[in-house]
């Protein structure tokens, strides 16, 4: 139970960090789309220089459109990570009750053994 809750909290820290870069990604991606829009609709007298910014905003454009898609998909991974593992503790959690149960089984014969054993050979005081 303590190992489970230890993994599900590294892996919801590990998570919120994905999701909060995937989210400032999200965000430069939109701040670059809104500058590109800005300078499409800006009349450049000096057209070398828009394609120029054109053209560097599109490259930051595509730089934050790959890295949003890196950290989903790694997002993704983890979280499948995540769910493999809760089924590995989830088999094992049963696995270590089905011990208990047979153990508590076990120790109920063996205690009413022992109360057999005793009424059937009571102790001799002499």
């Given amino acids: 139970g303590k190992d489970a809750q230890s993994v599900s909290r590294q892996y919801s820290l590990k998570i919120s960090k994905l ?3 995937i989210e400032q990604a999200k965000r430069e991606l939109a701040e670059t789309q809104k500058q590109l829009q800005e300078l499409d609709s800006k009349e450049l007298r000096d ?20 890295k949003v898609q890196r950290e989903a ?31 508590e089984a076990e120790l109920q014969q063996d205690q009413q053994q022992i109360k ?7 102790y001799d005081k002499d």
């Fill in 116 to 122: 057999v054993g005793f009424f059937l050979f009571p």
């Fill in 47 to 66: 057209i070398p220089e828009k394609v120029m910014l054109q053209k560097e905003c599109q490259k930051k454009m595509e730089a934050a459109k790959l």
């Fill in 73 to 103: 998909r790694e997002l993704e991974q983890k979280v499948a990570q995540m769910k493999h593992q809760q089924s590995q503790i989830q088999k094992r959690l049963c696995e270590e009750s089905e011990k208990k149960k047979q153990l």
């Fill in 19 to 21: 999701e909060q870069e």
